[in-house]
């Protein structure tokens, strides 16, 4: 079909609409049109004067009784398709918010698209919106370690604005220089050595230390520790907003594996004042312990300048509502199947399913699919109810994973672009 031609329609011609959209001659019957009388067009050929029609369309001719629209051809072609059928569907090479504008003029809505379309096109949707926002932020994620335009344009101005934009650049970005990579390159290092020191205090030969002695793991904790603080209080020092520095996930992680070695040295210190035995003291050591288990977030730290802890964190912060879901059916199919397998067992002398606790233990590693064997049903209605547990598991288990690896990808796509816009 040309362009301007005219779309001929059998019928009366007085009982035909002639709609000119875009130079494209389109020929409609009026009860066609009628069908959905809340639409744009609908309203028009109801109209009883000019004054009222050129509120509705663009122009209008008396003499050809010709209603005229500025408008996309394309998406009226959709349109029509669906005054005539009663079914609406969109086309991939349109652009979704261009689509979306242009049905909203005609009286339309994306939900009365047909499935078969509204699905794609929601989902388009969502992902021009995901990668429009991390446009226009500059950012690849909310904990993204490159310097924004935006932190830099802020320390202008300030105190020593151009030491401290150096210092930032070189401690936050890895791709800003030689300098910047050699110090990311460091930091990666210390990280390893702190938690291959933190491996190897655990075995029995440096576990135990006699009062007073101090071993070379402990200087290499104490070399780590410095390494970290000094960085961290450097960062500190350069960043444009220090409150919202602090604020960042990457960052509170680097506090809570810093912290512990500091407070621990205080109780400790404390601890040799006091010699005496008493519960204060007991309670002190108690809280050692834990803090000394907090040094497994010096692994954590590995996401300052890893794209793929990175990427999975944002992907779980995406994914809050399908990951809370996760747990909430799993939880729901835990209480369910062990209340369950409860009742089957406890009639059989010999099951160690003796209460419905013991039996969570079991639903735990049942619905996960982990079977350590352990503890298992005797009975056959008990075996019965253990496989369709599995299965549940199985099911539960796998229903998420489809969004969580789009979104995972798109956190990949989106930090691509962001990286070719910045480079040109």
Request: charged residues 20%; contains cysteine; negative net charge.
């Given at each position: 079909?040309?362009?301007?031609?005219?779309?001929?329609?059998?019928?009366?011609?007085?009982?035909?609409?002639?709609?000119?959209?875009?130079?494209?001659?389109?020929?409609?019957?009026?009860?066609?049109?009628?069908?959905?009388?809340?639409?744009?067009?609908?309203?028009?050929?109801?109209?009883?004067?000019?004054?009222?029609?050129?509120?509705?369309?663009?122009?209008?001719?008396?003499?050809?009784?010709?209603?005229?629209?500025?408008?996309?051809?394309?998406?009226?072609?959709?349109?029509?398709?669906?005054?005539?059928?009663?079914?609406?569907?969109?086309?991939?090479?349109?652009?979704?918010?261009?689509?979306?504008?242009?049905?909203?003029?005609?009286?339309?809505?994306?939900?009365?698209?047909?499935?078969?379309?509204?699905?794609?096109?929601?989902?388009?949707?969502?992902?021009?919106?995901?990668?429009?926002?991390?446009?226009?932020?500059?950012?690849?994620?909310?904990?993204?370690?490159?310097?924004?335009?935006?932190?830099?344009?802020?320390?202008?101005?300030?105190?020593?604005?151009?030491?401290?934009?150096?210092?930032?650049?070189?401690?936050?970005?890895?791709?800003?220089?030689?300098?910047?990579?050699?110090?990311?390159?460091?930091?990666?290092?210390?990280?390893?050595?702190?938690?291959?020191?933190?491996?190897?205090?655990?075995?029995?030969?440096?576990?135990?230390?006699?009062?007073?002695?101090?071993?070379?793991?402990?200087?290499?904790?104490?070399?780590?520790?410095?390494?970290?603080?000094?960085?961290?209080?450097?960062?500190?020092?350069?960043?444009?907003?220090?409150?919202?520095?602090?604020?960042?996930?990457?960052?509170?992680?680097?506090?809570?594996?810093i912290l512990p070695f500091y407070i621990t040295l205080?109780?400790?210190?404390?601890?040799?004042?006091?010699?005496?035995?008493?519960?204060?003291?007991?309670?002190?050591?108690?809280?050692?312990?834990?803090?000394?288990?907090?040094?497994?977030?010096?692994?954590?730290?590995?996401?300052?300048?890893?794209?793929?802890?990175?990427?999975?964190?944002?992907?779980?912060?995406?994914?809050?509502?399908?990951?809370?879901?996760?747990?909430?059916?799993?939880?729901?199919?835990?209480?369910?199947?062990?209340?369950?397998?409860?009742?089957?067992?406890?009639?059989?002398?010999?099951?160690?399913?003796?209460?419905?606790?013991?039996?969570?233990?079991?639903?735990?590693?049942?619905?996960?699919?982990?079977?350590?064997?352990?503890?298992?049903?005797?009975?056959?209605?008990?075996?019965?109810?253990?496989?369709?547990?599995?299965?549940?598991?199985?099911?539960?288990?796998?229903?998420?994973?489809?969004?969580?690896?789009?979104?995972?990808?798109?956190?990949?796509?989106?930090?691509?672009?962001?990286?070719?816009?910045?480079?040109?």
């Amino acid at each position: 079909m040309m362009y301007g031609q005219i779309l001929h329609h059998q019928g009366r011609e007085e009982d035909l609409v002639n709609l000119n959209i875009g130079g494209i001659h389109h020929k409609v019957e009026r009860c066609v049109l009628l069908r959905f009388p809340h639409t744009r067009v609908a309203q028009l050929i109801q109209c009883h004067s000019d004054a009222a029609i050129l509120e509705l369309c663009d122009d209008y001719s008396p003499t050809e009784q010709e209603y005229y629209f500025d408008r996309s051809p394309q998406v009226f072609h959709c349109v029509l398709n669906f005054y005539r059928t009663g079914h609406f569907h969109t086309l991939e090479e349109l652009c979704v918010f261009c689509f979306s504008q242009e049905i909203e003029y005609w009286g339309l809505c994306e939900l009365d698209l047909d499935a078969c379309c509204l699905e794609w096109f929601l989902e388009r949707k969502d992902e021009h919106e995901l990668n429009s926002s991390g446009q226009s932020s500059k950012n690849a994620s909310s904990g993204e370690i490159s310097v924004t335009s935006e932190d830099l344009w802020k320390s202008e101005g300030m105190r020593c604005s151009d030491v401290r934009k150096l210092m930032w650049e070189t401690l936050e970005d890895p791709q800003h220089s030689r300098c910047s990579r050699g110090v990311a390159a460091v930091s990666v290092l210390v990280i390893l050595i702190s938690i291959l020191a933190m491996c190897v205090h655990s075995l029995p030969e440096f576990r135990y230390q006699t009062d007073g002695e101090h071993s070379v793991l402990d200087s290499v904790e104490l070399f780590c520790i410095v390494f970290f603080s000094v960085e961290f209080f450097l960062r500190v020092i350069a960043a444009p907003q220090p409150l919202r520095f602090l604020g960042n996930p990457l960052n509170m992680i680097d506090v809570a594996s810093i912290l512990p070695f500091y407070i621990t040295l205080a109780v400790e210190r404390l601890d040799e004042e006091d010699k005496e035995e008493n519960q204060s003291l007991v309670n002190m050591g108690r809280v050692v312990q834990v803090l000394r288990l907090m040094r497994s977030f010096r692994v954590l730290k590995l996401a300052r300048h890893s794209e793929g802890m990175r990427a999975f964190g944002e992907t779980l912060m995406n994914c809050q509502c399908e990951v809370g879901l996760l747990v909430l059916f799993i939880t729901v199919g835990i209480s369910f199947f062990s209340t369950f397998i409860y009742y089957t067992e406890k009639e059989e002398a010999s099951s160690q399913l003796s209460s419905i606790p013991i039996c969570w233990w079991w639903g735990i590693i049942s619905m996960t699919t982990v079977g350590y064997g352990d503890v298992y049903p005797l009975t056959v209605a008990g075996r019965i109810v253990a496989t369709v547990c599995i299965l549940c598991g199985l099911l539960v288990i796998s229903l998420p994973i489809t969004i969580i690896m789009n979104n995972f990808s798109k956190y990949f796509e989106k930090n691509r672009k962001c990286l070719s816009e910045a480079k040109a």
